[in-house]
């Protein structure tokens, strides 16, 4: 006896059959509600029409009005003070969010409750990390022995001790060196114990600046009397030589080293002039704002969250009454 099952053709043909209507029926649903929003927009056009208007106006007032601009400080933190930097601006950030007028006003900024969110980062160039000391070669090359050098340089510890660093935050309505940036940058330089080490290392910088002055005017006499010596030899088509002994290449390679050193300490004087010295400042970056796009959509939805509502209301009203009538 066969127990195979039998399938009957007329049970499959009634199947698709259902299976098209509710097909069909559910593409005449998403269209008769596609064509019931239709309806809705053409009988309250005006309606939409006033809404748009009015969103749009209260759009463009907004952003006249409250515009919020971006602004961003690029500073080199000295003499060692890249954590009292970020602990400060930590500290600053933290007085911003609790809303601490009285704090941010005793700093010099005139509309504390203007300043948003207060935040800094590393700008990573491992390059110039690398280029201004090779210890930091040998370093980053053991650290990623266990791990991505990529990882490495943007580790907290490794981002800390490049040379440049940006502070950002927002401000509503435009923000001037005034009232803002140089209240600011002052705050980052208060510090009495870097205040104190400022002083002491450009005055050691200045005191080798001094002897290095020295010790180039001394190689400049050896090298002028160097010449003067070849200048009182009889010229002849024959080749001179001169004797090795007299170092001259050691001599030249020394002045150019010192002079180097010479260019490098101005710039160091430069840079040292603050404790978080400021290189560039941009600011009053324009945001761009999107309530001329957000007030008339929510208009918009709220009108029609109404018209839902009453809508809803009206039907469990009309239900009511044929409930208790019956």
């Known amino acids: 006896m066969s127990t195979t099952p039998k399938f009957n053709s007329d049970d499959q043909e009634i199947d698709l059959s259902q299976i098209s209507k509710k097909i069909s029926q559910g593409f005449q649903n998403v269209g008769g509600f596609i064509f019931n929003c239709i309806q809705f927009f053409i009988k309250n056009a005006i309606i939409i029409a006033v809404l748009l208007i009015v969103g749009i106006s209260l759009g463009y007032f907004m952003d006249n009005n409250q515009k919020s601009y971006d602004h961003q400080i690029m500073v080199i933190p000295n003499f060692g003070s890249t954590d009292y930097l970020y602990g400060k601006v930590e500290l600053i950030n933290s007085k911003i969010k609790a809303r601490d007028t009285v704090f941010l006003k005793a700093l010099g900024l005139k ?16 390059y110039n990390f690398i280029r201004d000391n090779e210890e ?86 050896v090298l002028n009397s160097f010449a003067d010596e070849v200048s009182k030899i009889p010229k002849s088509g024959n080749l001179v030589y001169y004797n090795e002994n007299t170092q001259l290449d050691e001599v030249l390679k020394t002045k150019y080293s010192l002079v180097s050193e010479q260019g490098n300490r101005r710039i160091e004087l430069v840079n040292y002039e603050k404790i978080t010295k400021d290189v560039s400042v941009i600011s009053n970056i324009e945001n761009p704002s999107s309530n001329k796009l957000i007030f008339p959509l929510l208009l918009i939805f709220i009108f029609i969250a109404g018209k839902l509502f009453f809508a809803y209301y009206k039907s469990q009203a009309a239900r009511c009454k044929e409930n208790k009538a019956n």
Do not use: C, R, W
């Open 136 to 221: 930091n070669f040998e370093l980053l090359k053991l650290m990623a022995e266990d791990g991505s050098i990529d990882k490495v340089l943007k580790d907290k510890v490794t981002s800390k001790n490049y040379t440049y660093h940006s502070i950002t935050f927002s401000t509503k309505g435009v923000a001037t060196d005034e009232n803002t940036i140089q209240p600011l940058l002052k705050s980052l330089n208060d510090s009495e114990y870097f205040e104190v080490l400022q002083k002491n290392v450009i005055a050691n910088i200045k005191i080798k600046m001094q002897y290095n002055d020295q010790t180039l005017n001394q190689i400049n006499g």
């Open 111 to 126: 509309y504390p409750k203007n300043i948003s969110k207060l935040e800094i980062e590393p700008i990573v160039d491992p």
